[in-house]
Structures are given as structure tokens and as C-alpha cells.
């Protein structure tokens, strides 16, 4: 009886073996392989992706927490009734709802996927994704903070940001098509009581999300050791360059929105709407925030997506930009 | 991935996490002030994984007594999957899948913290940039007050720079500073006291840059040095890149500071 015991457990941990195995080749090739990091290079590659990882994570694990609260307390018929139930009028209540909760682009995007999973319009989820970690309050008030003397660059970072994100949920209403878009199904989550589906959703997401966050920020680490930031300040003078410069610095640089207003105001020879482009891109769309949705909503919606986010963001911006600042 | 390796990932992430934020390791990557979010998140993680394997073990033991009363009898390798899998069928919910294949990539930080243990950026990051000297708040009354009274002032290097070079030295003229910085190559051969500054992570580090006049010996790249001497006008100002000057009465060779950032 425990022999039979025993067969019927092994493929249950085969996956531990796996990582058995690497703990031991990894504590006696220690020395070899901490060896092969030794050039400056590749030192500063590492410290680049640490950081990204160790910067998104306490948002991240937020972000399912939340996400994880709304599959398992929140009923379904509380969106139905909070919510138009037309759903074009549906994205703007979503888009100035998100930005009622404080999170970051990383926890955004289970929340995203737990909404629509409750069956919240996509359009309408989608607006919250972009909005939420875009204009939210901890998000203004660091705006407001490493701007000092410019509260329009606040004002002009609402409008733009909350205009993107409206427009990118009408956008999916008109044109997108239901099969791009994976929705993350939970049925097969949930627990006996909601405690479990709390526990099982909160894992599941985060280990949905957090092999993404790896790849962006291993892609973003690269980027940074690999193109020096100096060929930036050639572009700087130019007013149209200096704006697509900086959303594409947002992009590469995939930092936390509640961190990028500070890191947009040392910018400082780029011109105030090229920081307003880098402050509305950053949190709506870059490469960590492209690897999430691929994995969460599915490449063939993320491909899509993201590079209309990016288009629409830099018009938004651009056009707040000229207007206010 | 089943639920086992899932808790087991979030188990090495967690402890991975807390182990760089009891230890002041984590300053090499972000600011002091995510410290208390990073151990939250930490053991967040660390109870959610404890909590799953919990649940493994005790609904493996439950299985096993259950089947071996029913069949006695299951030598392929995927019936206990499968049996999972279908989740509904005994009165536990266990799923087979919890993660993608890409949740594995999350031993990579782990492996990096615990392997690799990526040092603070230095010289190599802040030879491919310039300086950047931030221009001083324009909301402040008084963005230089003057320096506090003492023989020699430790100053940041940040902060010495900005008066340099937005202020003209006013407030440092006469003045005896200490600067503690590591040393980074300059374009023309020479070098500077560097310091590397963060907004939000490393990923983002600005290099903040001081020639120093006076010093015969050029020490290596990356060596931590306090430099105590006294401003000079030179190397520009009114400008994000200029990089003031500072003649050195001394030299001392010293360790990185805990805190390796501005």
C-alpha cells in the first residue's frame, strides 16, 4: 500500500526534481558561473534586470492581491450594476474609475483580466488597464511633486492619459474582434470557499504574470547595457524627434509609473511635451507592459494592442502638449 | 506547471526578495523607501507558496488513502494529473496547471540574486553617459541655503554639482567639502568622482560627475574615494552637463557606501 503510494506520487513532483536538480547544479557551479558575470558589461546587465524585477514586484504582487480580492469577494452582478450597461458608456465610467485605485502598470493588468473574467465589457476593462496606473492619485501628486511650479503639467498628463485611454476602449468597441482577446478564465479556480479561490487566483496570476515581467525585463536590460542614452540628446532640439525619442525611452526603460514623473523632469533638455509623451506612453504601454498583456490576454491581442496604445498615447499627447503646456 | 512547483517558484521568489530587503543588498537596485513595500510583498508570496505546498501534501495524503481503498492500482505516470485535473470529481478543487511554462523564467531573479549577486553600477554605466547636474526646483525660496558651519562639509556629490553650477559656486566659495564618489574615465584621459543617482531604479541611474585638479596619481576605475578640497570656477555653468571642478587637499581610498546611489 505505500509502494502504490509512492509510484502515485512521483509524477506529482516531478516538476521539484527539475528544480532539485538546478539548486545543486547551481550551488557547485557557483563559482563557475558567478565567474562568467565578471565583465563590466555583463555586471551592469544583471544590476539592470534585478532592479526592474525588484521595482515591479511589490506592485505586481499588489496587483494580483487586488485581482485576486475582486474574483473571489466581488459578485458579478456588482459591475452589471455599477457599470452603463451600454458599453460604449461603460469605457469612460471605467476609464475615470481606474483612476480611483493607486496601482502600477504591473498590477493593472490581472486586474484587467479578473474584470472582464466577471464579465465587465472588455472595451470598458481595457480603458481601466491604460487609465488606472496613468492617472490615479499617487501617480498625479509625484507629477505634481518633480514638476514643481508647473501644475499644468499634471493637468495636461490627466487629460492626455485619461483622452488615450477612453480612445483605446472605443477603439476595441469599434474594431477589435472578440477572438484576438484571450480572456483569462477562472471557473476552473475556484475553491471551496472564498478563501481558496482567493489563494488559487493570487497564484495562478502571479505566476502568469511574473514569467512576462522576467522577459520584458531581461529585454529592457539589454536594451539599456547595448544603446548608450547620449544618442537621445541628439534628437533633443528637434520638436517632433524629441517627442517620439522620449515616448520610445518610455518604452525601453519600462519603469513603475509612480516613479516616472521624476525620472521625465531630469529630461530636462527635451522639450515639456516630450515629457508629457514619456509620462502618458510609460504606463500604458512599454516592453514589460507589452510582455504582461501577450501573457495574459494572448499575443495576437498584445500585438495589436500595444502599438495602437503607442500611436494614439503620442497623438494625445502631442495635441495636450501643444494646447497647454 | 502544477501547484506543487508553482508554490514551490513563489516560495524561492519570495525568500529571494527578503532575503535582498533585511539585508541592505536591496539598495543596489532601488531606493530606501520601497524597503517595507518589498518585505510585505515578500511574505505575501512566502505564505501563499507555504500555503500551497500545505495543501499538496495534505491532499496527496488524503489521495493516496482514498485510491488505494478504490483501485489500489495507478502506475501511469499522468493518472494523478489527469485526476487533478478534472478537478471536481473528489471533494478537493485541485487544479493541474496553475502556471504557464513562462512562470520557470521566474527562477532567473532568483538565480541572479542568489548566484550572481549583481553589484551597484559603476564606472561602466556612467562612462556611457554624461552628467546630468538637475537644475534646482524652481518652487524653492531658497534652493542653496548656506552650508552648515564645521571645518570640512560632507557634501553629495549631487548636491555640491548643482551649486557649482547653477548658484556659480556662491555658496561654496572658501569652503573646505569632503565628496565621497568612485572613479570613472574621462573622454579625454583623465578622470572623475562620479556618483550615480536613481529616480525610481537603477535601470533608470543618472551619473553626476566631478573633475578633480591636483591629484598626481590617477587611481582605477571604480575605486570608492573621498576627495576633500575646496571648489574652483571651472568646467562651466548654467548648464545640465557641465562638470565643475574641485582641487583636492587629500585623497582617501575608501569602502562603497551602504548606500551606493543619491
Known amino acids: 500500500m505505500s509502494s502504490t503510494g509512492a509510484t502515485r506520487a512521483r509524477p506529482r513532483i516531478g516538476g521539484l526534481e527539475a528544480i532539485i536538480i538546478g539548486t545543486l547544479v547551481v550551488v557547485v557551479g557557483q563559482r563557475w558561473i558567478a565567474g562568467a558575470f565578471e565583465s563590466p558589461a555583463w555586471q551592469a546587465g544583471a544590476t539592470v534586470f534585478v532592479s526592474i524585477v525588484v521595482q515591479a514586484f511589490p506592485f505586481l504582487v499588489l496587483g494580483v492581491v487586488l485581482s485576486a480580492a475582486v474574483a473571489a469577494y466581488v459578485p458579478a452582478s456588482f459591475f452589471a450594476r455599477a457599470l452603463p450597461r451600454r458599453p460604449a458608456l461603460a469605457v469612460p465610467v471605467a476609464g475615470v474609475a481606474g483612476a480611483a485605485i493607486p496601482g502600477c502598470e504591473c498590477a493593472s493588468v490581472p486586474v484587467a483580466g479578473s474584470l472582464m473574467a466577471r464579465g465587465v465589457a472588455p472595451a470598458a476593462a481595457l480603458a481601466f488597464l491604460l487609465s488606472s496606473p496613468a492617472i490615479n492619485p499617487i501617480v498625479l501628486v509625484s507629477t505634481y511633486v518633480a514638476f514643481p511650479g508647473q501644475p499644468s503639467m499634471v493637468l495636461a498628463r490627466l487629460l492626455a492619459s485619461a483622452a488615450t485611454a477612453m480612445i483605446m476602449g472605443w477603439l476595441w468597441l469599434r474594431f477589435g474582434k472578440g477572438e484576438w482577446l484571450r480572456i483569462p478564465s477562472r471557473d476552473h479556480l475556484e475553491g471551496d470557499t472564498r478563501l481558496q479561490t482567493f489563494r488559487q487566483v493570487a497564484m495562478h496570476d502571479f505566476l502568469h504574470a511574473g514569467g512576462f515581467l522576467v522577459i520584458g525585463g531581461l529585454t529592457a536590460a539589454v536594451l539599456n547595457v547595448v544603446v548608450p542614452t547620449a544618442w537621445l540628446d541628439v534628437l533633443a532640439d528637434n520638436p517632433v524627434l524629441s517627442v517620439l525619442a522620449l515616448a520610445g525611452l518610455a518604452v525601453v526603460l519600462s519603469i513603475c509609473s509612480e516613479a516616472d514623473a521624476f525620472v521625465a523632469a531630469s529630461l530636462n533638455q527635451f522639450s515639456p511635451t516630450a515629457q508629457l509623451a514619456f509620462m502618458v506612453v510609460g504606463p500604458m504601454i512599454d516592453l514589460k507592459l507589452f510582455a504582461l498583456q501577450a501573457g495574459t490576454f494572448g499575443r495576437r491581442f498584445a500585438v495589436r494592442f500595444a502599438p495602437t496604445t503607442f500611436v494614439v498615447a503620442v497623438l494625445m499627447a502631442g495635441a495636450v502638449g501643444w494646447w497647454l503646456l | ?262
Open chain 2, 1 to 262: 506547471m502544477t501547484r506543487e512547483v508553482g508554490s514551490v517558484i513563489l516560495i524561492l521568489v519570495g525568500g529571494a526578495v527578503l532575503r535582498i530587503s533585511v539585508t541592505d543588498v536591496f539598495l543596489r537596485y532601488v531606493k530606501p523607501d520601497l524597503r517595507p513595500w518589498l518585505i510585505v510583498s515578500a511574505l505575501v508570496l512566502l505564505v501563499l507558496g507555504a500555503w500551497g505546498v500545505f495543501d499538496v501534501v495534505r491532499e496527496a495524503r488524503d489521495e493516496s488513502d482514498d485510491e488505494a481503498a478504490r483501485e489500489g492500482d495507478a502506475e501511469h505516470g499522468h493518472a494523478a494529473e489527469e485526476h487533478a485535473e478534472g478537478g471536481h470529481s473528489g471533494h478537493h478543487h485541485a487544479p493541474g496547471h496553475v502556471g504557464p511554462r513562462t512562470a520557470w523564467l521566474l527562477v532567473l531573479p532568483v538565480a541572479a540574486i542568489f548566484l550572481v549577486a549583481p553589484p551597484a553600477l559603476g564606472a561602466f554605466t556612467a562612462e556611457r553617459q554624461g552628467t546630468t547636474v538637475a537644475a534646482p526646483s524652481s518652487g524653492l525660496e531658497d534652493p542653496f541655503p548656506p552650508l552648515p558651519e564645521g571645518v570640512t562639509v560632507e557634501m553629495a556629490v549631487s548636491d555640491y554639482s548643482a551649486r557649482a553650477v547653477w548658484d556659480d559656486g556662491r555658496t561654496l566659495a572658501g569652503r573646505s567639502v569632503a565628496l565621497t564618489g568612485f572613479v570613472s574615465a574621462a573622454p579625454d584621459g583623465g578622470w572623475y568622482l562620479t556618483r550615480l543617482a536613481l529616480s525610481c531604479c537603477a535601470a533608470d541611474a543618472y551619473a553626476v560627475k566631478v573633475k578633480v585638479l591636483g591629484v598626481d596619481v590617477r587611481p582605477q576605475d571604480d575605486t570608492w574615494i573621498t576627495v576633500t578640497g575646496a571648489w574652483v570656477p571651472g568646467g562651466g555653468t548654467q548648464s545640465p552637463d557641465a562638470i565643475p571642478w574641485l582641487q583636492a587637499a587629500s585623497v582617501a581610498e575608501t569602502l562603497e557606501p551602504v548606500q551606493p546611489y543619491e
